[in-house]
C-alpha cells in the first residue's frame, strides 16, 4: 500500500527529528555547559553558596588575609583584614560582579566542591587557601613602594613561591566597596584593576641585557673588547648611551656594569634576529603556563625581525614587552644556575581540620642557559651592584647580584627598573621593581625600593 | 493472548512502580519527609496501575500507549509537586478528569462509525471555537488564546488541533469526495486550514500554526499522488514565513533572539538563557531532585518544563523524556500502520504527527535547537485542557487499536 510506505518515510523524518534532538542536548552538554553555566547572569552559582562557609585564605605563616563571617541572620560576608593589600592577589568576590584572582581561580576548591560528604540542612565548610606569599614582606613592600604606580615582585629562586607581589594603584576589594565604586574603579585613567605584576606588559629597558650577556656568553663574545663611542650608528637607526657618554675600550663585563647601550646594540645587531629571538623564547616570554593569576605573557612584537630590530631588543627596547612577574622569572632563573622555576602563590590547599587536599610542589619550568651562562652571568649583576649603575643596592655583608633599567616608552617618562637577587653565592630572594612613568632612573629610584625588600627578607629569617 | 501469558507486559509497569517510589520518596525526603508527598506518589501510582489494569483486562487494544503516557505523566506531576505542592495537586485532579475523557473517547469513537462524514461538523466547531476565544478570549502573556467559561479557563487551540485532524482525516480517508459551491473537497481541505492558521496568527501562538501545518503538509505527503500540491503549499508558506519575518516584529525578535540570546539576557533572552543555564547547571545526572533552581525559569510549570527536568534529573532524564515520546510516536506509528479503516488510519496518522511535532517543537525550543514557540508538552505541563486535550487523543488511538485487535466487526460499525 502506497500509504503505509508513505507512513514509513514520514517515521523515518520523525526519528531524525528526535534522534537530532537527543544529539543536541549532549552536544550542549558536552561542549557549551560549562561555558553556560558560568555565565554571570546564572543565578545558580550563588545558590550553592549559600550552603557553603567559604574558606579561607592564609599566608604563609598562618596569617589570615581573607575570610567569610556569618552573621547573626545567617548571612556571608567576605572579609580582607589586609584591606587593599591583596587586592591584586586574592581579587574581589561580590555577588554583583563576580570574582576575580585567587577568589575566582580557586573557587570550587574554596567551595570545598568534590566533598562528597552528605550534608542535610548544615553548613558545609569550603577548604583553605595557604599562600606562598609573606605578610610581613608583602606588607613592607607595599610601604616601599610608597603609592606610586608600578609593581614589585619578590620570589624564592630556588623554588619559585612567590614571597610578595604588589601592584599599584590597587582598589578596595571589599564587596560593599566593589558595588559602591565598581563604575569609578572600572573607568579610572589609572586602571586600579589591572594587575600590573602579573597582567602589565612594560619595555624591560636595560634589564633585558641579562638576557643578550647570557646569548652573548653562548656565543662566545664574553672576552671581546668593544670600543664604545657613546653613540651607535647602523642605518637610520641611532642609540645613544645613557647621557650620551662615551666608555672608549671596554669589555662585556664593563660594558653590562655601566649598562653601555652601545655594546649592548652591536652585540644584538651582530647576533641577529634569529638569536635574539630564540634566547627571548627560551626564557619563556610569550609562552603560557599555567599561573594561579590571569597573566600576560609577553611578546617579543616581531612577526619578522631585522637586525635592527634585534639591536633594539637586546636592550630591552623596540617593541619587545614583558611583565614584572617575567622579569622576576629571568633573574630567579640565573639565580638558580640557569633552571627556571615555576612561579606558584598557592602553596596547599586544606580543610578546615588540617587535611591536606591539594599540595604544590617546587617544579622546574624550563632550562633557558646552562649553568656556566648563568654563573657568567651572575658574575655580571654582581660588579653591577659593586661598582656600575646598580650600587644603590648595595647591602652590607651581603653580595647582591643586579641590573637596572630605565625603559623608554610612549611618553617623555621613562619607566624605573631593577631586578636583582641576594645573596648571590646561595640565593634567597630574587626581586623585579617597576616604577612605572617614573621619569627617574632604575638605580636611584628602583633599586633602594629592591634593596630594602631584599634585606628585610633575609632580616626575616 | 500469547503475550498476556507470557507475562511481558508486567516488566515495563515494574518500572512506573519503582519511579513512583523513588522519585516521590526522593521528593518526600527533600521536602523534611511531608507525608503527603508520599501519598501523592503511592496514589498516583496505584491510580495509574489501575487505568493500566482496565486497559488490559478489558483489552482496549495497545497497551504500551497508556505505559508510556503513564510515565510521562509521572515525571511531570513529580516536577510540578517539587515545583510548588498545590499545583501538583491541582494537576492530580485534571490527571482524574483526563482518565474519565480517556475511557469515554475511547467508548464514543469506538461505538461511533459516522465520525469520516462529519468534516463540516470539525470545521464548523473549530471555527466557532476560534471566534469565541477571539470575541471573549483572555490575554495570557502575549497571545489571547484562553477562553473562560463558569472561570474556568481553557486554552481552545488544543480541542482545534484534534477537531483539524479529524477534518484532514474525512477527505484524505477519501469518504468524502463531492465538492461543495463547485470547490473540490482538497481546496477546501487547504482552505479550511489556512483559516484555521489565520485565526491563529490572530492569536499569535506561532507554536500550534506550526503543529497544524507540519500535520497538513506531511499529511499531503503521504495521500496525495503527485508533489505539485506539496509543493505549491510549501511555497505559499515559505513566502508567508518570509512575510511574516520581514513584517511581525514578534517573528523577528523570536528569530534573532534564538540566533544569539547572549546579547540580550537580561530582556529578550531571559527566557531562552534561564531555561539554558537550568540545563548547563544540571550537567548529564542533574542536580537532584529538589536541590535545583528551577523556579529561576519564568513559564517553568508549562512550556518550560523540560527545562526544570533537566535541571534536577540531568540530561539523562531529559533524553529519558525525549525516547518517551520517541517510543509512544512510534506505538502511535504501528498503531496507524496495522489501522485497516482508511478513516482510522489517517486520524491515527495525523494524531502521531501531532503528538511527535508538538514535543519536538517545544522540546528543540527550550534547548534552543529551534528558535522558541510557545506550547505545553502533552502529559508533562500543566494545565487541564493540555491534559484533556491529550487524553482525547490517547482514547482515540487506543479505540483505534482496539478496532484492529478485535477485528472491525465487532466494533460499531
Known amino acids: ?461 | 493472548m500469547q503475550r498476556l501469558k507470557k507475562g511481558n507486559y508486567k516488566l515495563p509497569a515494574y518500572l512506573l512502580v519503582i519511579m513512583n517510589i523513588l522519585g516521590f520518596g526522593l521528593l518526600c525526603m527533600a521536602n523534611n519527609f511531608d507525608p503527603n508527598i508520599m501519598y501523592i506518589g503511592l496514589g498516583i501510582m496505584a491510580f495509574l496501575l489501575l487505568v493500566y489494569c482496565i486497559v488490559v483486562v478489558c483489552r482496549m487494544g495497545d497497551k504500551f500507549l497508556i505505559l508510556i503516557a503513564s510515565m510521562l505523566i509521572t515525571i511531570g506531576l513529580l516536577m510540578l509537586c517539587r515545583l510548588n505542592l498545590k499545583m501538583g495537586v491541582r494537576q492530580i485532579i485534571w490527571i482524574g478528569l483526563g482518565v474519565i475523557v480517556f475511557f469515554t473517547s475511547y467508548c464514543i469513537y469506538y461505538n461511533i462509525w459516522f465520525w469520516d462524514k462529519m468534516w463540516f461538523v470539525y470545521l464548523g466547531l473549530g471555527t466557532v471555537l476560534f471566534i469565541m476565544t477571539l470575541t471573549l478570549g483572555q490575554k495570557v502573556s502575549g497571545s489571547t488564546n484562553w477562553l473562560s467559561i463558569a472561570g474556568i479557563y481553557f486554552q481552545p487551540s488544543e480541542i482545534t488541533k484534534i477537531l483539524y485532524v479529524m477534518f484532514l482525516s474525512c477527505y484524505y480517508s477519501k469518504s468524502w469526495e463531492y465538492p461543495v459551491l463547485k470547490i473540490k473537497p482538497k481546496y477546501i481541505t487547504a482552505m479550511g486550514t489556512y483559516l484555521f492558521i489565520l485565526f491563529l496568527v490572530m492569536q499569535r501562538d506561532w507554536g500550534t500554526i506550526l503543529v497544524l501545518f507540519l500535520i497538513y503538509i506531511f499529511m499531503i505527503y503521504i495521500y496525495e499522488n503527485g508533489f505539485g500540491f506539496l509543493a505549491a503549499n510549501f511555497m505559499l508558506a515559505a513566502v508567508t514565513a518570509l512575510l511574516g519575518y520581514k513584517f511581525l516584529y514578534h517573528i523577528r525578535v523570536r528569530v534573532s533572539v534564538w540566533l544569539d540570546p547572549w546579547s540580550d539576557i537580561a530582556n529578550k533572552g531571559y527566557q531562552i538563557t534561564q531555561s539554558l543555564f537550568a540545563i548547563a547547571s544540571g550537567g548529564y545526572f542533574g542536580r537532584g531532585l529538589g536541590n535545583g533552581s528551577p523556579s529561576y525559569i519564568p513559564e517553568v510549570h508549562t512550556d518550560f518544563i523540560f527545562a526544570a527536568i533537566c535541571e534536577e534529573m540531568g540530561v539523562f532524564g531529559g533524553a529519558a523524556v525525549i525516547i518517551l515520546f520517541f517510543l509512544l510516536s512510534y506505538r502511535c506509528f504501528k498503531i496507524a500502520l496495522g489501522a485497516k479503516n482508511p478513516f482510522n488510519k489517517a486520524v491515527g496518522v495525523g494524531l502521531t504527527l501531532m503528538f511527535a511535532f508538538q514535543t519536538f517543537i517545544i522540546i528543540g525550543g527550550v534547548i534552543k535547537f529551534i528558535p522558541l514557540t510557545g506550547i505545553t508538552v502533552p502529559f508533562v505541563s500543566y494545565g487541564g485542557t493540555s491534559i484533556i486535550a491529550s487524553f482525547i487523543s490517547l482514547g482515540i488511538m487506543q479505540a483505534i487499536s482496539a478496532k484492529e485487535v478485535r477485528g472491525e466487526k465487532r466494533a460499531g460499525k
Open chain 1, 1 to 461: 500500500m502506497r500509504e503505509n510506505k508513505r507512513i514509513i518515510h514520514v517515521l523515518i523524518v520523525i526519528s531524525i527529528l528526535f534522534l537530532s534532538l537527543l544529539t543536541y542536548l549532549l552536544y550542549f552538554n558536552m561542549f557549551r555547559a560549562e561555558e553556560v553555566a558560568l555565565n554571570s547572569y546564572n543565578r545558580r552559582q550563588w545558590d550553592e553558596e549559600r550552603y557553603v562557609k567559604r574558606g579561607s585564605i592564609y599566608d604563609c605563616e598562618g596569617i589570615v588575609l581573607a575570610e567569610t563571617v556569618i552573621g547573626d541572620d545567617n548571612s556571608q560576608t567576605r572579609r580582607y583584614p589586609k584591606g587593599r593589600l591583596y587586592s591584586h592577589i586574592i581579587g574581589y568576590y561580590s555577588k554583583v560582579y563576580g570574582k576575580s584572582m585567587l577568589e575566582m581561580k580557586y573557587d570550587s576548591m574554596l567551595l570545598g566542591k568534590g566533598d562528597i560528604s552528605l550534608s542535610f540542612g548544615e553548613l558545609k565548610e569550603g577548604y583553605d587557601l595557604n599562600l606562598t606569599i609573606n605578610h610581613k614582606l608583602q606588607e613592607y613592600a607595599y610601604n616601599q613602594m610608597n603609592s606610586r604606580s608600578g609593581a614589585a615582585v619578590a620570589m624564592n629562586p630556588q623554588t619559585g613561591e612567590i614571597l610578595a607581589m604588589v601592584s599599584l594603584p590597587d582598589f578596595d576589594p571589599t564587596p560593599e566597596a566593589i558595588e559602591r565604586d565598581w563604575n569609578n574603579i572600572v573607568e579610572k585613567e589609572n586602571s586600579p584593576l589591572l594587575s600590573r605584576a602579573v597582567q602589565g606588559a612594560y619595555p624591560p629597558g636595560s634589564t633585558y641585557k641579562i638576557v643578550t650577556a647570557a646569548a652573548a656568553f653562548e656565543e662566545g663574545r664574553n672576552n671581546e673588547e668593544f670600543n664604545d663611542t657613546g653613540k651607535f650608528e647602523q642605518g637610520s637607526l641611532t642609540v645613544d648611551n645613557f647621557n650620551s657618554k662615551a666608555y672608549g675600550k671596554i669589555n662585556l663585563k664593563k660594558g653590562f656594569a655601566v649598562s653601555s647601550n652601545f655594546v649592548f646594540c652591536t652585540l644584538g645587531y651582530e647576533m641577529g634576529a634569529e638569536k635574539m629571538k630564540n634566547i627571548t623564547e627560551r626564557f619563556y616570554i610569550g609562552k603560557d603556563f599555567d599561573f594561579d593569576l590571569p597573566m600576560n605573557t609577553g611578546t617579543i612584537g616581531y612577526k619578522s625581525m631585522n637586525s635592527s630590530d634585534s639591536a633594539l631588543v637586546a636592550i630591552g627596547q623596540g617593541k619587545l614587552l614583558t611583565s614584572p612577574l617575567q622579569m622576576a622569572m629571568i633573574t630567579s632563573c640565573v639565580a638558580n644556575g640557569g633552571n627556571m622555576m615555576k612561579p606558584y602563590l598557592v602553596d596547599s590547599v586544606t580543610t578546615d581540620n588540617g587535611y591536606v587536599v591539594k599540595k604544590n610542589r617546587p617544579q622546574s619550568l624550563a632550562l633557558p642557559i646552562s649553568e656556566n651562562c648563568a654563573d657568567y652571568v651572575k658574575e655580571l649583576m654582581v660588579e653591577t651592584v659593586k661598582t656600575g649603575t646598580g650600587r644603590n643596592a648595595q647591602i652590607s655583608g651581603v653580595t647582591v647580584a643586579g641590573k637596572t633599567g630605565t625603559a623608554e616608552n610612549e611618553t617623555e617618562k621613562s619607566h624605573a627598573w631593577f631586578v636583582g637577587f641576594a645573596p648571590s653565592e646561595n640565593p634567597k630572594i630574587a626581586v623585579a621593581v617597576i616604577l612605572e612613568y617614573d621619569g627617574g632612573e632604575g638605580g636611584v629610584h628602583a633599586a633602594p625600593i629592591a634593596k630594602n625588600i631584599m634585606s628585610k627578607y633575609l632580616s626575616l629569617k
